[in-house]
């Protein structure tokens, strides 16, 4: 008998709620009258009605039936709720953040209507092989896995755990069932999602990418591009290949990670539940000019080849060590902590500690900046990698900016460092971050356009002076939305006023801009 997979979904409750509709016309109506174009309103009303249909006791035939339902409009705010579009929303930026998380919610929503619908089906002795049910569940729950992946990428948001082992016990569980190339046929899924393996396979081509790093909005591009090359790629079982090959991946099944090298990977051959991605074909077309589209491949190129290499190798060496250091995140903490009235909280005691800024009058409350204590477990040139036990609660995301103190005896390795949170993971119950340093010694200034404008923030910013030592120009560091080529830009650095004109990006995030500048 085939082990079920290891899936995590909530318990049906044990009486029905008056307040779910489950009449399928009505729901039907419902969800074709939503305006998708409106996520404001769009995502709270699924928000408040797709948990219902999750934990209501139905037969899996009616729950299925009215997850389809729900489907279409979810797939169509995943489709809506692009970075770039949310900003030219006229919507206040707190609504725009719970329209981000409302959009993730949903995906692990439905995804959970649909495992709650396949552990219903499996009990009852049903088997995939032969069952249109089953194979739809299947494929539905790795489709939204999926959206909850790429929409993850795209906010910088850092991916929740057991996330990759669902994915990878789902495929295993659909090849050991003959089924992972059966195509469901659905006017409204592409041809190349319609198998649960295809949407597998174009998943961890994306995981591999570590779109992280990319620039805002650069994400929908990258996985539109592999998928339209997924084709090009094979998934095999069992390990096979030079381990010292470029181009080949492990993917364990029973692992909650995303593909490994071969090269750095811990191989073991015997391995029942390992898979192997084999991207070289991949390698070969990005060495080319342009795919079979037509389009030209040197953009992703420069960003996926070293991603395929063993031999990668870091732009700077990397050390272990153990020591602490002081975080506070986010630009406005960092501003503050930089300002004479913050001072006393930077240069203050180990430990949590926190710094009040005293708000205008019309504000509603004061906001209070927390600088957290973490361990230091190795560092280069460029940047550190953090660990903190699980339950931080800083909140710092994938994308922020961070102020980093570390603590040392030299007064000169205490200066306070500025750097970007590039990924976020869990292992051995500790959270760990990555981060990038951002070069020159900080000074906060207060940034506004030249010309008034109610729609460009006047908000906090950072002055990073030019770093000869690697021909580094200086730099400033805006809240996002401030940035436009050739904008002319105020900033104040104490009693010291200029204008600026906004140059070339350097470092983007979905929170801050770093970009160089000239004269006005």
């Not at 995804?111 to 299947?138: F, T, W």
């Not at 620039?215 to 079982?237: H, K, M, P, W």
Request: aromatic share 6%; net charge neutral; proline share 8%.
């Amino acid at each position: 008998m085939i082990p079920q997979p290891l899936l995590q979904y909530p318990e049906v409750n044990d009486f029905e709620n008056p307040t779910f509709e489950r009449r399928e016309s009505l729901v039907r109506r419902w969800a074709s009258d939503l305006p998708v174009l409106n996520l404001a309103r769009t995502v709270p009303e699924l928000s408040d009605q797709l948990p219902l249909l999750v934990c209501e006791p139905l037969n899996p035939g009616d729950r299925l039936r009215l997850l389809e339902l729900y489907r279409v409009p979810v797939n169509n705010v995943v489709a809506a709720a692009e970075n770039r579009r949310l900003r030219q929303t006229p919507i206040s930026a707190r609504a725009r953040q719970r329209i981000k998380d409302g959009v993730l919610a949903l995906c692990y929503d439905l995804a959970n209507g649909y495992k709650v619908a396949m552990h219903d089906l499996l009990e009852r002795g049903r088997e995939p092989a032969g069952d249109k049910q089953l194979q739809i569940c299947i494929q539905r729950v790795l489709e939204q896995l999926r959206n909850a992946l790429l929409h993850s990428f795209r906010i910088y948001r850092a991916v929740p755990p057991k996330h990759y082992l669902e994915m990878h016990q789902l495929h295993l569980y659909a090849d050991r069932c003959g089924i992972a190339m059966q195509p469901i046929p659905d006017a409204a899924t592409p041809a190349e999602d319609q198998a649960p393996q295809q949407v597998y396979l174009r998943t961890m081509l994306l995981a591999i990418a570590d779109p992280f790093r990319l620039v805002d909005g650069a994400i929908e591009e990258l996985y539109r591009f592999l998928s339209r090359n997924a084709q090009l790629c094979r998934l095999t079982a069992g390990i096979g290949g030079d381990a010292k090959a470029d181009g080949l991946f492990l993917l364990r099944s029973d692992s909650d990670l995303p593909p490994t090298l071969f090269g750095r990977a811990q191989l073991d051959r015997a391995g029942e539940t390992h898979y192997t991605l084999d991207a070289t074909p991949l390698i070969r077309l990005l060495n080319q000019p342009k795919d079979a589209s037509g389009e030209a491949v040197d953009s992703y190129a420069k960003w996926l080849l070293p991603r395929f290499k063993v031999a990668w190798e870091r732009t700077s060496p990397r050390k272990q060590i153990h020591k602490k250091a002081r975080v506070a995140g986010g630009l406005e903490a960092a501003c503050y902590l930089l300002s004479p009235a913050g001072h006393q909280t930077l240069t203050g005691d180990q430990g949590p500690v926190h710094g009040i800024e005293v708000q205008e009058l019309e504000d509603e409350e004061a906001t209070t900046y927390t600088l957290e204590t973490w361990q230091v477990t190795n560092e280069s040139v460029n940047g550190f990698m953090l660990k903190h036990p699980e339950q931080a609660g800083l909140g710092i995301r994938v994308g922020d900016l961070v102020l980093i103190v570390p603590e040392s005896g030299s007064k000169a390795s205490t200066q306070p460092v500025i750097a970007v949170v590039r990924w976020f993971g869990t292992k051995e119950r500790s959270m760990q971050c990555g981060i990038e340093i951002l070069p020159g010694h900080p000074t906060a200034v207060t940034i506004e356009s030249v010309l008034p404008n109610p729609d460009i923030p006047r908000g906090p910013g950072l002055y990073l002076p030019a770093v000869k030592s690697i021909q580094e120009p200086p730099t400033l560091v805006a809240p996002k939305g401030l940035h436009k080529p050739l904008r002319n830009l105020r900033v104040d650095i104490g009693s010291k006023k200029q204008t600026v004109s906004c140059g070339e990006v350097v470092t983007a995030t979905e929170y801050i801009d770093r970009f160089r500048f000239g004269r006005a």
